[in-house]
């Protein structure tokens, strides 16, 4: 049965229904299919070239050491050519631990260059179920690290790197904060968490609220935890560096920012850990936008989408400040 819960803001539940129409009635994520699953959702995405087409930014793959005893992590830096030492936006992107490739959220890449005159680092992490947790995290976490030890020859400021991320890749960025908190390093001027994904227990409220059919609900949810983590999931067994609402002390992080839509799963369990950032005293700006969808920035005319990206990137302006 369906909760009582918070409207769709009228203009995003437009868009939302004609989204949904796109799609199979009987839409699921199969994990025993996940190459067919991954394969619809990357055709929805263009492609790095695509969006670069027509600018002056230059886009370059590295490969560089994963964790100790795994493969190692492909990189992509886009930059302005010959441009002096840079802020770093190092973006991981969204798709439920378990769908995505470094170049899902690419289309933000050119103006956050433009506005903000940073250099952007893609990370393409393993996914799930066939790298369940600690891949994912420890991927990116690997990644960061040689960013910050290479940073001169990459023309970034090591002094001024942000993790950004969206969905699956805003909880992989508090993970990669708590990592680089808890082993010394490296230091970020701040973490960008856009609708993250940051409790395997699917407990809060918001999460029974929204249980039918949207682009992430309750059982995509669950099925996307249980991939990543298997028959620990819910358990006691679970790590911060997995579900970073499970850490116990939120002090000495970077600065956040975090927002949510008031109309989707995530909603109470990011307010719970902006919460606990400030109980910790800690420093996090928390927007909770009214009647939004989880990924309702994709309708990017409307009213609510114009006003959460213009808050996110003044915030971010404000942290890269020297």
């Given at each position: 049965?369906?909760?009582?819960?918070?409207?769709?803001?009228?203009?995003?539940?437009?868009?939302?229904?004609?989204?949904l129409a796109m799609l199979p009635a009987n839409l699921e994520l199969d994990l025993d299919r996940m190459d067919a699953v991954r394969e619809r959702t990357s055709r929805t995405y263009p492609s790095i070239e695509t969006i670069l087409a027509g600018t002056d930014l230059e886009h370059r793959d590295i490969e560089?050491?994963?964790?100790?005893?795994?493969?190692?992590?492909?990189?992509?830096?886009?930059?302005?050519?010959?441009?002096?030492?840079?802020?770093?936006?190092?973006?991981?992107?969204?798709?439920?631990?378990?769908?995505?490739?470094?170049?899902?959220?690419?289309?933000?890449?050119?103006?956050?260059?433009?506005?903000?005159?940073?250099?952007?680092?893609?990370?393409?992490?393993?996914?799930?179920?066939?790298?369940?947790?600690?891949?994912?995290?420890?991927?990116?976490?690997?990644?960061?690290?040689?960013?910050?030890?290479?940073?001169?020859?990459?023309?970034?400021?090591?002094?001024?790197?942000?993790?950004?991320?969206?969905?699956?890749?805003?909880?992989?960025?508090?993970?990669?904060?708590?990592?680089?908190?808890?082993?010394?390093?490296?230091?970020?001027?701040?973490?960008?968490?856009?609708?993250?994904?940051?409790?395997?227990?699917?407990?809060?409220?918001?999460?029974?609220?929204?249980?039918?059919?949207?682009?992430?609900?309750?059982?995509?949810?669950?099925?996307?935890?249980?991939?990543?983590?298997?028959?620990?999931?819910?358990?006691?067994?679970?790590?911060?560096?997995?579900?970073?609402?499970?850490?116990?002390?939120?002090?000495?992080?970077?600065?956040?920012?975090?927002?949510?839509?008031?109309?989707?799963?995530?909603?109470?369990?990011?307010?719970?850990?902006?919460?606990?950032?400030?109980?910790?005293?800690?420093?996090?700006?928390?927007?909770?936008?009214?009647?939004?969808?989880?990924?309702?920035?994709?309708?990017?005319?409307?009213?609510?989408?114009?006003?959460?990206?213009?808050?996110?990137?003044?915030?971010?302006?404000?942290?890269?400040?020297?």
């Open positions: 049965m369906t909760l009582t819960r918070p409207p769709y803001d009228p203009e995003l539940k437009v868009f939302l229904e004609s989204l560089v050491p994963g964790p100790i005893g795994s493969p190692d992590v492909a990189l992509s830096v886009v930059r302005r050519p010959g441009s002096t030492p840079t802020p770093c936006l190092y973006y991981l992107h969204g798709g439920g631990m378990i769908t995505g490739h470094r170049f899902v959220g690419a289309d933000a890449f050119p103006e956050w260059i433009d506005r903000f005159g940073v250099t952007v680092v893609t990370v393409e992490y393993r996914l799930a179920p066939e790298h369940p947790h600690p891949a994912p995290s420890e991927d990116c976490y690997a990644g960061l690290r040689w960013v910050a030890e290479h940073a001169s020859e990459l023309g970034i400021d090591p002094d001024r790197i942000l993790v950004v991320g969206g969905s699956a890749g805003g909880g992989l960025a508090a993970a990669v904060a708590l990592m680089a908190r808890d082993r010394g390093g490296p230091a970020l001027r701040g973490q960008v968490l856009i609708c993250p994904m940051l409790d395997d227990r699917n407990e809060t409220v918001s999460s029974r609220q929204y249980d039918d059919r949207s682009l992430w609900n309750r059982d995509f949810n669950l099925t996307g935890w249980r991939a990543l983590l298997g028959s620990t999931r819910g358990t006691a067994d679970v790590s911060a560096y997995a579900a970073p609402a499970r850490a116990q002390n939120l002090g000495g992080l970077p600065p956040a920012y975090l927002d949510v839509g008031s109309a989707e799963v995530f909603r109470d369990e990011v307010v719970d850990y902006a919460s606990r950032i400030w109980a910790a005293g800690g420093e996090a700006e928390l927007h909770v936008w009214a009647g939004g969808f989880h990924g309702y920035e994709r309708a990017a005319h409307t009213a609510v989408a114009q006003a959460s990206k213009a808050a996110r990137n003044n915030w971010i302006e404000r942290a890269l400040r020297d």
